[in-house]
């Protein structure tokens, strides 16, 4: 996942997915975590649930989630207060890459794993910290120093004539997704579009969870 994929995950919504073409066969959940263990291990052998150092037991899910704010917290301190950074347009670009990347390599694993994995409690700790995670990327999609260094980066002609198209191109999907996320909002609004985010995806975890939680019984005594 990259930098506008996370930017743009609001909660109560998915990020856009391709669909596969119906003239092929959707991907095995097996090539799906293959696909996962290579991108987030860098396709060496790793000990953990799905190639991931460290991932033993359902609890290191937790540990996971905070070690990934910490250093996105880290990496977001690189942006000053005016949207400016050390390293200029490249090094904006740069630490909100990096940014993404340090968010969906606990993230990803952890919405895979809070759907599919056999165990409840390894589905339950993932869910949390797929919770914990969500909330933090809601916050970003409404962070105005972001904001404010995209718009640094996109409103210089100069500096956008500059770029390569792909990163031209990565500024304004970011920006752009940024102000479909409440951006504008003032800050009594933007708070209360970050509760009511934050009620949509717990509402929607819980169907989920609810989709694989074991059926129970009903026994109907009737008249013979």
Request: hydrophobic content about 40%; aromatic content about 4%.
């Amino acid at each position: 996942m990259r930098a506008a994929q996370v930017l743009g995950r609001r909660l109560g919504g998915r990020r856009p997915r391709l669909r596969p073409s119906p003239s092929y066969p959707s991907p095995s959940l097996g090539a799906v975590a293959a696909a996962v263990t290579r991108c987030l291990s860098g396709g060496a052998a790793a000990p953990g649930l799905f190639g991931l150092p460290g991932l033993h037991a359902p609890e290191d899910f937790i540990t996971l989630a905070r070690e990934a704010h910490a250093e996105a917290e880290s990496i977001r301190a690189e942006i000053g207060p005016d949207g400016a950074h050390a390293g200029g347009p490249l090094g904006t670009l740069a630490a909100v890459d990096r940014l993404s990347n340090a968010i969906c390599r606990a993230v990803d694993p952890a919405e895979l794993c809070r759907h599919t994995h056999a165990d409840a409690d390894w589905r339950a700790h993932a869910d949390a910290a797929f919770m914990a995670l969500s909330r933090y990327i809601n916050e970003l999609n409404t962070d105005a120093r972001l904001y404010a260094a995209l718009r640094r980066v996109c409103d210089d002609a100069e500096t956008l004539a500059s770029l390569s198209e792909e990163q031209r191109r990565m500024a304004e999907l970011m920006l752009a997704e940024l102000e479909r996320g409440g951006i504008h909002l003032a800050p009594d609004a933007k708070a209360e579009f970050l509760r009511l985010s934050d009620e949509v995806t717990q509402l929607e975890s819980e169907f989920q969870q609810n989709l694989v939680a074991p059926a129970g019984e009903v026994l109907i005594h009737g008249r013979r």
